[in-house]
């Protein structure tokens, strides 16, 4: 039977969805909202998901049209099949004005940005839960991404992680964060931050994005990719992307190779076979198979094509 949980708002009607809905996102696309020429080819970029962006890529004077234009924006980001995100504001009137206009259908996740408590995680979430309710929304639909971008936040992660069920996903904002220190967006500043948000994300069963690096280094491809495999060795399972030039990189990057996926059918098929004889480890091309292995091998066939999934 599938396990399922439940979000109860203070306020309005409990929310349900599937514990086995997390979604898979390799790359994150985002575009200014009210940038019409990049909304009209965001679904033509290859990326899992397209972030509609009010926050930081929107000035100040544009934000009002660019929440009118989000239905239809919607649609056309999402044509292809990629997964729907938008990502908020931060201070009270304008988050207030852009849930109003998010909470629609067709939307997958909101990007909250600068999250530095679980307290506020849960004050939006009530919101979420109200427009649900009141636009005949299925319950839970809309997912949350925490930004980390604060040092604050950092001593926060397993509450905010924790927060609420709406959460899918965690990741850190390299440059905002970086300038919250007083830093610059290198290796040596931002691979602590970033193992903590990967830790906390995987405590909770989140999918921890991001890479050791600054989001906005695109031109250079050999060093992203790089950067980007990396991060994958680390634990990343995705990552968010400012250029389309970065979109085919986290793809191929956050996937398994063929040779990756051949090993991982092979434990799979070894594993059953070591069942059936009572053997809880086992050895395969001469290296001990335990449990910690199966898991990992599982886990590459669960980043492969759906296909394998029957596996």
Request: aromatic content about 6%; charged content about 25%.
């Amino acid at each position: 039977m599938e396990r399922r949980s439940v979000l109860v708002s203070r306020d309005t009607v409990p929310v349900v969805h599937s514990a086995s809905s997390i979604p898979r996102w390799r790359s994150l696309l985002f575009v200014p909202a009210h940038v019409s020429r990049f909304v009209e080819t965001a679904y033509d970029r290859g990326a899992d998901a397209v972030i509609l962006d009010l926050e930081d890529s929107v000035p100040q004077d544009q934000k009002g049209e660019a929440r009118r234009q989000l239905p239809e924006s919607v649609t056309k980001v999402g044509r292809n099949g990629a997964s729907v995100l938008i990502r908020v504001n931060r201070g009270l009137r304008a988050l207030a004005a852009d849930l109003e206009a998010a909470v629609v259908p067709g939307v997958n996740a909101l990007v909250l940005p600068k999250v530095e408590s679980a307290e506020w995680v849960m004050e939006v979430a009530d919101a979420v839960t109200e427009l649900e309710h009141e636009r005949y929304l299925d319950a839970g639909s809309v997912r949350f991404v925490a930004q980390i971008e604060t040092p604050g936040a950092l001593t926060r992660l397993a509450a905010i992680a924790s927060a609420h069920p709406r959460m899918a996903a965690m990741a850190l904002g390299p440059e905002d964060f970086s300038a919250a220190v007083g830093g610059t967006p290198g290796p040596e500043l931002l691979l602590g931050p970033n193992l903590s948000v990967l830790f906390a994300a995987r405590a909770r069963g989140l999918l921890p994005l991001g890479f050791v690096g600054s989001i906005g280094e695109f031109s250079d491809t050999q060093k992203f990719r790089d950067v980007v495999m990396q991060a994958r060795r680390l634990g990343f399972v995705g990552a968010l992307a400012i250029h389309p030039t970065q979109v085919a990189i986290l793809n191929e990057a956050f996937s398994p190779s063929a040779e990756e996926l051949e090993w991982a059918r092979r434990v799979l098929v070894a594993e059953t076979d070591a069942g059936a004889e009572g053997r809880g480890a086992f050895a395969l091309d001469g290296k001990m198979v335990d449990a910690p292995v199966v898991r990992r091998a599982r886990e590459i066939i669960a980043m492969g094509p759906k296909a394998e999934l029957g596996v």
